[in-house]
């Protein structure tokens, strides 16, 4: 009954960050919105393994998280870049380009 109680509780956070990351003013707040989301589905995925008797279902929510984790990365870097490959070392054209204006080699 408790656990009914808190996945509920749970499916109803859920539903106001999807409003927020539909009405949000900035795009930070419709990632950290959706960033809320994915963590909300981890916690939802524990408690339905408990209910449900099966131990495996947090070994799901823990890959969950560390995907949620690494998606939401890339995306702020994307946005704030506008590039995935940005600051991976030298062969990363826009650091050619600056190597070439101090007069190093790249």
């Known amino acids: 009954m408790m656990f009914d109680v808190a996945a509920g509780a749970l499916l ?26 994915g963590t909300m589905t981890v916690l939802l995925i524990g ?15 823990l890959l969950y998280a ?3 984790f690494a998606s939401t990365i890339a995306i702020l870097k994307f946005f ?17 380009e600056e190597a070439r204006d101090k007069g190093g080699a790249a």
Not at 12 to 35: E, H
Not at 80 to 92: E, H, I, K
């Open 80 to 96: 704030r870049y506008r590039t995935l490959a940005r600051g991976l070392g030298p062969a990363a054209p826009e650091f050619r």
């Open 12 to 37: 109803i956070a859920m539903a106001l960050a999807l409003t927020r990351a539909f009405a949000g003013p900035s795009l930070y707040d419709r990632v950290l919105a959706v960033n809320s989301v």
């Open 47 to 61: 408690v339905m393994g408990f209910v449900t008797g099966r131990p495996d279902f947090l070994d799901i929510a």
């Open 66 to 68: 560390l995907l949620n």
